[in-house]
């Protein structure tokens, strides 16, 4: 049925009266204030006061453990669905035990391959957590960690580092310190080896470790990341026993140096870094970036000032080279003593400490968008394999170890107040040939410049002189010189005209004429045992036996 040409004429105008006013409505919309996002449900509680913890991602939740002297709750973050910053939806979880619990820190927790929390206490902690405890993520239930005893144990420490490689199912652990309890008994040590926990065997194991440029001092509140087969450790403190064999000599490590481990061949060596290296600093945290070869470093305590930083650097381990990646928008506060968690393409920054002489702890979370190095609110919820980090397109290349004894120096080049065993980077001199190229090209250019404004000065001098060049002269040099236009002849009556006489002109010439990171130390007094002992004066051992590789 046709509508007559006069209702048609009102529908259209019907219709397009309701898309322009539909289009209004949208604009307007658009242009309100975006309110901030409402928890739903509201967060049962958020965790307060966490410094020093361990934080573990199984499939898309974060783990927190440790880090607070005054409970032993687990709390979770679930971050399946997605994160806001301004309403994280933190659980503590309901928990049985079968073994001895209590508050701890500055130990360590790693996940195992069944999705299993181990936990070894620092601080703190029972006889069971110094042993090594077992948290099932399942059953929310402590147990002991299976191991076997057949072999020795490892001592109780604090401020160790743990590592998983999650393709032989192997903890690495390096360093440490005493505890807090036996340094109050009177007992001081520091630990500088290597060793390892077998979650398929539940063996530990104490590997004889190459290390041939001296005896590598103890260290400990340091950074360890895994990738393949080496472990980069970061930072901390290091610490030898002096001369005189009864103090323990502490100092901070800065980042002009990395400890590599090779897990394969069992050696190891700290090489001198390279490119724009941040200010030393402890509590820091590092967490792998998404190329699969480098690690990224957030925050820490300044060693000098003591002021917490909210700095982002990044190392590439393939050359141990720093750079700044250029961060944008809103960082998380500046704090110490918290953790980073890298989840598919972004770091997650998490508690500690904003002011840790004052007691100020940090609550915000820090979400870092790792591809375009941008600080965001939220994180969306990611459906694809998680973790999966990029195969890296290089590796670092352990040095040639040499056959000869070691005189505890290095390599005689780049060994530094808490670390002289640091060796040189090979890598040096490509780090500085674009500068050494920018000079020689300002240099050249400069010296040229000079110059030319040299030879214009003097020409104009000469020519402003109205003299000659003399014939020594560069002809650069020289000024343009011209003969005097000879005059016409006088013009001669018709009347008394003569043969024409021959002119000849000359130009007559004057004789020319000539017008170029002292950190500070601490010292301990100590009982030093005789199994724990670091010297100066093994610095002169034989480094390829390695005969204190346990301190």
């Keep these: 049925m046709l509508l007559p040409s006069t209702w048609q004429s009102h529908l259209s105008w019907l219709l397009f009266i309701i898309y322009i006013t539909t289009i209004q409505v949208r604009a307007q919309d658009d242009q ?44 979770t973050l679930d971050i399946s669905q997605g994160l806001n910053i301004q309403c994280p939806v933190w659980n503590p979880q309901e928990t049985s035990s079968e073994v001895a619990i209590e508050p701890y820190s500055d130990g360590i927790a790693f996940a195992g391959l069944e999705g299993q929390i181990y936990v ?13 405890v077992l948290y099932n993520t399942s059953s929310t239930t402590w147990v002991n960690a299976p191991v076997n005893i057949s072999g020795p144990l490892p001592e109780s420490r604090a401020q160790m580092s743990a590592t998983m490689d999650t393709t032989s ?49 103890a260290r400990y509140g340091h950074t360890s990341s895994i990738i393949g087969n080496q472990i980069f450790i970061l930072g901390g403190k290091t610490a030898v026993v002096n001369a005189s064999g009864d103090t323990w000599v502490t100092y901070p490590a800065d980042f002009q140096s990395v400890l590599v481990f090779d897990t394969d061949g069992q050696k190891a060596v700290t090489m001198a870094t390279i490119g724009d290296t941040p200010d030393g600093k402890v509590g820091f945290s590092a967490a792998l970036a998404p190329d699969g070869h480098s690690i990224v470093v957030f925050g ?10 909210q700095d982002v650097y990044l190392l590439d381990t393939c050359t141990l080279q720093w750079s700044n990646p250029g961060i944008t928008g809103t960082p998380p506060s500046p704090r110490s003593g918290h953790q980073a968690v890298t989840y598919d393409h972004y770091m997650l920054i998490l508690m500690g400490y904003n002011n840790e002489s004052a007691g100020e702890f940090a609550s ?15 994180l969306p919820a990611i459906q694809e394999s998680i973790n999966a980090a990029s195969k890296p397109e290089c590796r670092f290349t352990m040095p040639h170890m040499p056959d000869s004894n070691g005189n505890g120096g290095g390599d005689g080049n780049s060994g530094l107040p808490y670390d002289p065993t640091v060796i040189s980077n ?47 002269l560069p002809d650069v040099l020289k000024k343009e010189t011209q003969l005097p236009t000879p005059l016409p002849p006088p013009a001669v009556p018709a009347a008394a005209a003569k043969p024409p006489l021959s002119l000849a002109s000359t130009a007559s010439s004057s004789s020319p004429s000539l017008s170029n990171i002292n950190n ?7 009982k030093p045992n005789n199994n724990n002992n670091i010297s100066m004066e093994n610095y002169n051992s034989n480094p390829t036996e390695n005969p204190i590789d346990r301190v």
Excluded at 174 to 189: L, N
């Design 520 to 526: 500070s130390s601490t010292t301990t007094t100590i």
């Design 300 to 309: 820490g305590q300044d060693t000098v000032t003591g002021q917490s930083s």
């Design 120 to 132: 070894q206490a620092g601080d703190g902690g029972t006889v069971d957590m110094d042993n090594m």
């Design 169 to 217: 199912g192997i903890a690495w652990f390096y360093g440490g310190r005493a505890t807090e309890a036996k340094q109050a008994a009177g007992e001081s040590a520091y630990y500088n080896d290597f060793y390892s926990f077998n979650t398929q065997t539940s063996t530990w194991d104490w590997p004889p470790v190459r290390y041939a440029w001296g005896q590598r001092p």
């Design 426 to 472: 090979p890598n040096q001199s490509s780090d500085n040939s674009t500068q050494v190229a920018l000079g020689v090209s300002f240099g050249v250019g400069g010296f040229l410049l000079i110059m030319g404004a040299l030879v214009f000065y003097i020409r104009k001098l000469r020519k402003d002189a109205h003299t000659p060049s003399p014939r020594w």
């Design 32 to 75: 309100q204030p975006q309110q901030p996002q409402q928890c739903d449900p509201p967060p049962n509680s958020i965790p307060t006061n966490y410094s020093d913890f361990s934080a573990i991602l199984i499939q898309q939740r974060i783990y927190l453990t440790g880090g607070n002297m005054d409970e032993t709750n687990i709390w």
């Design 364 to 378: 915000d979370i820090g979400i870092l968008d790792m591809s375009t190095w941008q600080w965001i609110d939220n």
